[in-house]
């Protein structure tokens, strides 16, 4: 089966600390993919950050990274200089080869001033 | 262009009637995914579809139908709403694997 656990449902930081967010899934595939994605009250879904599960390289976009620990199905991202702005819901989220699309429960970023 | 588009934006129900939301996009894309999102809670997966004329059951299925005529559309079916159906819906698209999947701005639909 196909599953996304993310077990903070909430978390803060102050501005310009770092903060990391937890993620694990699991698959019987041995070819998937992996995202998080971030959405504010706006509702919109914005895609922060993907990784390719057979690339051993953690994937990077600024001030984003992730950790991704292949053998315990981990995948948590990483905010660098956390900013007001990226206070959000965010969630990780997982796809395989049959084109399964799923999601975890999210977890609530509040950036503090 | 204008990515996917869903309508309508906001809708009523009172139980027992039936309704379709509406999903299209114009990105040419093969995956396309309908999701359901309460209030605090993560995007349940709904249905999916793999292509024109291929559809399949997500993780919450129960009370949906969906169909897949066109690559552009992928409307939702709610036959009988219940007080349960109450939430927000999106429907997302997505083209060749590795790339990013691109959502509609959603569908409040409350069930009275």
């Known amino acids: 089966a196909q599953t996304v656990t993310q077990s903070q449902p909430e978390m803060s930081v102050q501005e310009a600390e770092t903060v990391t967010l937890s993620c694990t899934y699991d698959t019987s595939e041995s070819n998937y993919y992996l995202f998080w994605y971030k959405q504010p009250p706006s509702r919109q879904m914005i895609l922060v950050i993907r990784?390719?599960?057979?690339?051993?390289q953690n994937a990077t976009e600024n001030r984003f990274s992730v950790n991704f620990q292949k053998a315990a199905k981990s995948f948590s991202l990483k905010i660098s200089d956390s900013q007001l702005g990226d206070t959000a819901m965010y969630f990780c989220?997982?796809?395989?080869?049959?084109?399964?699309?799923?999601f975890g429960q999210g977890t609530e970023l509040s950036v503090k001033p | 262009n204008a990515g996917v588009t869903q309508t309508p934006k906001f809708r009523i129900l009172k139980i027992g009637q039936s309704m379709t939301l509406q999903c299209t996009q114009d990105?040419?894309?093969?995956?396309m995914y309908w999701y359901r999102q309460d209030p605090g809670m993560g995007l349940k997966l709904i249905y999916y579809?793999?292509?024109?004329?291929?559809?399949d059951k997500g993780e919450v299925p129960n009370g949906y139908n969906v169909s897949r005529s066109t690559t552009e559309d992928f409307p939702l079916r709610l036959e009988l709403a219940a007080p349960s159906q109450t939430s927000v819906y999106f429907c997302a698209s997505r083209g060749q694997v590795n790339t990013e999947a691109f959502f509609g701005q959603g569908t409040r639909l409350t069930v009275v």
């Open positions: 579809s793999v292509g024109a004329g291929i559809t």
């Open positions: 989220a997982s796809y395989n080869q049959g084109g399964k699309l799923i």
């Open positions: 990784q390719e599960a057979y690339k051993q």
């Open positions: 990105m040419n894309h093969n995956y």
